[in-house]
């Protein structure tokens, strides 16, 4: 089956499973029974600023597709940080505020802050072992080559008992499948600083840079606080209405370890937004809806499961929620997303959630 730019009038294969497609003179075109244009949701952390940064992403498509799924990381970006502590545990947190651009966001810097006072108050991280990503005198920015380099930094000679952590607050876009490894038809993606110029880092690129390389004794936990964020590490199963869901690509690609563990906690579905908001604060302070409530339910329960963990983050949206004033409702915008669980593997998510 075949398709025809209505810009450019060229034919176009047509992917499968995917509701988007894009021609090579950079056209997005809408597939369906609709000659529409896909509705775009105007809120999230995307906020009103979503459909003039969506026509900005459209016109930098052509150097993203290039640039957005690189599969390994150069050894020049070995240069940009200083070599890991031997062996433990070791972190890499990065907040991406776009500080400059119209669809800034203003909660990321606060959820970096967060995670960190959360590793070394309550998982015994050092400071040595946390590397930092921000617009934030001090650190090195979020920019697509940091990004990678810092990738490198976290998987560096790991051993058997090593604990890793990724975080990312940030944008989270999704780009059409055409390799038949995404069951919806669309690859997730992580927005850096410089996405517009750089390209996005794919799902794809996520799972060979830090989840193919764990060995046997190593576990990742990758916490990503970022629209269409559920399945941006590509693991093989979801946790879904209490049962490990196959997320397997129909490809028949291997998406899991070397051995190790790779654990995930996204913000929301993929086809969802993710909600900078200060809903949670009395002080009214942006934090994302994801890594507020994923601290919160750590910090107020010692030994929490990974069960109980997510449990606790889907009630306090729905706490947020039920809590809007009835006269204010429509200034006061529902924060529509459900936190995600996946897995390299399937585990017993009653055990208690470690770091």
């Known amino acids: 089956m075949s398709m025809i730019c209505q810009k450019c009038r060229q034919q176009l294969p047509l992917p499968p499973h995917s509701q988007l497609s894009r021609c090579q003179c950079g056209n997005l075109i809408p597939l369906g029974d609709s000659e529409r244009p ?52 070791r972190a890499l947190l990065c907040g991406a505020t776009y500080k400059k651009e119209k669809f800034r966001l203003k909660g990321t810097l606060h959820d970096v ?17 946390i590397l930092i990503l921000t617009e934030e005198e001090g650190h090195k920015p979020p920019t697509k080559r940091n ?39 669309f690859d997730e993606t992580i927005c850096p600083l410089d ?21 046997t004794g190593v576990t990742l936990h990758a916490i990503v606080d970022a629209c269409h964020s559920g399945t941006v590490l590509d693991l093989p199963w979801v946790y879904k209405e209490n049962k490990w869901d ?49 601290t919160n339910a750590l910090w107020e329960n010692p030994d929490i499961t990974y069960k109980g963990l997510l449990d606790c983050m889907h009630r306090a949206i729905e ?28 585990f017993n998510i009653n055990m208690k959630f470690e770091l």
């Open 319 to 346: 706490k947020v929620n039920k809590a809007r004033c009835p006269l204010l409702k429509v200034l006061q915008r529902k924060i529509d997303q459900e936190p995600v669980l996946s897995s390299s593997e399937k």
């Open 246 to 294: 196959d997320n397997r690509p129909p490809s028949g690609t291997n998406k899991g370890t070397s051995g190790g563990r790779a654990i995930g906690f996204s913000a929301c579905k993929d086809h969802q937004l993710a909600a900078d908001t200060s809903a949670f604060s009395a002080e009214k302070i942006m934090t994302g809806a994801m890594t507020y409530t994923f």
């Open 195 to 215: 996405f517009r110029t750089e390209g996005m880092i794919s799902d794809n690129s996520i799972n060979d840079i830090l989840v193919k390389p764990l060995i």
């Open 38 to 89: 896909l509705p775009v949701r105007e809120h999230g952390r995307f906020g009103s600023k979503m459909r003039r940064f969506r026509d900005k992403f459209r016109r930098n498509s052509s150097r993203q597709n290039s640039l957005s799924s690189s599969p390994s990381v150069s050894p020049r970006f070995s240069l940009i940080f200083a070599k890991p502590p031997p062996s433990g545990k």
């Open 147 to 185: 990004i990678l380099a810092a990738f490198k930094w976290l998987m560096a000679d790991l051993k058997s008992g090593d604990s890793l952590v990724f975080y990312f607050s940030g944008h989270g876009l999704r780009q059409p499948d055409f390799a038949d490894d995404e069951l919806d038809g």
């Open 113 to 129: 802050h967060s995670m960190k006072d959360l590793l070394l108050r309550k998982f015994n991280f050092s400071d040595d072992s």
